[in-house]
């Protein structure tokens, strides 16, 4: 996928990775916290640290009706030196905050008001811009949205100018074109100066939404957020609510791929970001355990890493009997994970919480496994929203606490307050490399071809006495192998093929002339095969270090139509060949996905109304061979397409 035409399947991921490393952290250390001791209660959103400077974003309740956004600058640690405040008479509400170099910040939220900051608004509630200089001039405001309740929950900066918005909406009409049901996740692109460029609905008839983004390219796009539902865009749902991973082609407005991660209760996701070593980390809460997912008692911080295609790498629970939430996660000073949320917990997990709710800080190494953990509060509430890396290595979260005792210092009221902390690590980081034989590996200015352990010491940023441990894999290279399957299978029809089970082997898989149905384990994949006569499985095989075998090759020719052709199910598509619309008519259709030789997803459509079918708008791709998947009530049919 991603434009280049091939299908990678990356299983038994723990063995994947020719290079990897983590952390041991001894303790964690807090520097210095800070209590805004506000008149009103307010609580931060957001926190990102620029330069020297940290700053943080937030809601102040000035009623019981009227809420706005804030933006304080904090210049030593613990002085606010400049205090901002964005809204009108009514509710905004701030999530998300994009640092922007040395032009400034956009702030993205909701908003209800129409007046003070604020020249209009669609509905019950907008999605809310503001765009400000280093020290919170307004630049710009502008909000989007229709007559019902819109949000935005993240926004990213793309690299031909201008931004992309994510988050929900239960409109559908003014600038949303389109909604699913009972809330969509909405996507939406702006320039520079905030104008509309274009929107998207993703979604089902249920709740979805949108939590945070990553901008791969120019063109393509990974969005993360959640789904009730298992209609329309989403193919699969595990339970009462699913994490929900999003690949989306902003050229071609469609999604490349979306998968669901979910338990039989609820799963809430609330934050992403890119993995050390390629794929995606995936934060948030989990209810139960009842499919195998670890949990410890009622919600838990449930976190993923999931390769580039969104296979499952690893996927780690934590918490005690009582409920967790996990509201960031951010990329560590070099090596793992930073989680941060609230905890209500005394067991399990968690150690050292002061009282009803804290903070919990939660940090993991690159293999998901808790390296240390820091509950943060007093005998009241604390909760934690965001954090980020301080220059020092260290860590900046903000949230709120409503305590004046424990790690809670100078509240001099027992209200809700913004509360920002700083914590510091002392560790030991292990770094575990795979390398081939032959090869010699190069670290910390010395080259090595021996496996083995080596130690050296160092001095961490934040100035705690460290040890940095390097401990050497070497890998024999796979050996050759085949592929054994069906060597005359059916048009249309699923078949398996096998490479052999052999510890710390992965593959790699290319089908030509052929769709992937599905992957039951890390040596099998299922191919349904179009026309034409002939196809060709490609696999290649890959221990730790990168060691790759010698290419194996499938060949198999396609002998007839399978039993569920689709004519056998009244379903007539055509015009075939076709230039610009092609029309799928029949009973029962739910959805149609074109797809290349290569196995790359071209378009895809949903039938809103499974009695008239539906059409594919096909004038802008190129002309040759492709193959329609057609998913009916009870099962899949392909047929082959011509476009001229």
């Keep these: 996928m991603n434009g280049t035409g091939k299908i990678s399947l990356f299983l038994y991921m723990i063995f994947l990775f020719c290079f990897s490393v983590f952390s041991v952290g001894q303790q964690s250390y807090l520097m210095n916290q800070k209590v805004f001791n506000s008149d009103e209660i307010n609580y931060g959103k957001g926190v990102a640290v620029v330069q020297n400077r940290f700053f943080v974003v937030g809601d102040n309740l000035v009623s019981d009706t009227c809420s706005n956004f804030y933006f304080a600058k904090i210049d030593d640690d613990t002085s606010i030196t400049n205090l901002r405040f ?52 307004i630049l710009w405001q502008q909000n989007y949205g229709g007559s019902a309740y819109d949000r935005a929950d993240a926004v990213a900066k793309l690299p031909e100018g ?104 609820s799963d809430a996701g609330s934050d992403m970001i890119e993995a050390h070593d390629g794929g995606y980390i995936l934060a948030g809460s989990s209810r139960t355990g009842e499919k195998g997912i670890e949990n410890n008692g009622k919600n838990d911080y449930r976190v993923l890493k999931v390769d580039k295609n969104g296979q499952i790498i690893w996927d780690h629970s934590f918490g005690g009997s009582m409920d967790e939430i996990a509201n960031d996660v951010l990329t560590a000073d070099g090596e793992g994970y930073l989680v941060s949320g609230y905890t209500y917990s005394q067991d399990g997990d968690v150690e050292g919480n002061h009282g009803g709710r804290d903070m919990w800080i939660v940090k993991l190494n690159n293999d998901g496994k808790m390296e240390w953990q820091r509950p943060l509060g007093g005998m009241y509430h604390e909760v934690a929203y965001g954090a980020d890396i301080c220059n020092d290595g260290g860590y900046r979260i903000t949230g709120y606490a409503i305590s004046k005792s424990g790690d809670v210092l100078g509240h001099d009221k027992r209200k809700m307050d913004t509360w920002t902390v700083k914590l510091c690590e002392e560790n030991v980081v292990k770094d575990f490399v795979n390398i081939c034989d032959g090869q010699s590996y190069e670290w910390e200015g010395d080259v090595y071809d021996e496996e083995g352990t080596y130690e050296k010491y160092y001095v961490n940023r934040c100035g705690f006495d460290s040890i940095r441990q ?72 890959e221990r730790p270090g990168g060691c790759l075998s010698d290419t194996a090759f499938f060949e198999v020719t396609i002998v007839g139509e399978a039993v569920n052709d689709v004519s056998k199910e009244a379903v007539s598509v055509g015009p075939v060949p076709v230039s610009d619309v092609l029309t799928v008519k029949g009973k029962h259709i739910i959805k149609a996905e074109l797809y290349g030789l290569s196995g790359n997803r071209m378009l895809s459509a949903d039938n809103h109304n499974e009695a008239s079918g539906l059409k594919l708008e096909v004038s802008a791709l190129p002309a040759g061979v492709y193959y329609l998947k057609i998913k009916l009530k009870h099962k899949v049919v392909i047929k082959k397409i011509v476009k001229i």
């Design 162 to 265: 201008g931004f992309v918005v994510t988050g929900s909406t239960r409109s559908a009409d003014h600038q949303v074109g389109f909604n699913h049901g009972e809330s969509d996740l909405w996507l939406f692109k702006i320039d520079d100066q905030g104008n509309l460029l274009w929107e998207k609905t993703l979604g089902g008839s249920d709740v979805d939404n949108g939590k945070a983004l990553i901008v791969l390219d120019d063109t393509l796009l990974m969005i993360f957020g959640n789904t009730k539902s298992d209609d329309g865009d989403v193919a699969v749902n595990h339970g009462k609510s699913d994490y929900w991973l999003i690949r989306f082609n902003m050229k071609g407005d469609t999604i490349v791929w979306e998968k669901t991660y979910g338990d039989e209760e």
């Design 470 to 541: 390097l401990k050497l894999r070497i890998n024999d290279y796979p050996e050759s192998f085949e592929i054994e399957g069906e060597e005359q299978p059916y048009f249309g029809k699923p078949f398996t093929y096998t490479a052999p089970l052999i510890y710390q082997n992965i593959y790699h898989w290319f089908p030509v002339n052929g769709v992937v149905v599905d992957t039951p384990a890390f040596n099998r994949i299922a191919i349904a095969w179009g026309g034409g006569g002939t196809g060709v499985l490609k696999a290649v095989a």
């Design 86 to 137: 964005y809204g009108g008479s009514s509710t905004e509400t701030v999530n998300a905050v994009l640092p922007l170099g040395d032009t400034g910040f956009l702030l993205a939220g909701s908003a209800a008001s129409n007046n003070g900051d604020l020249s209009s608004n669609f509905g019950l509630g907008d999605c809310w811009l503001v765009r400000t200089d280093t020290a919170g001039n």
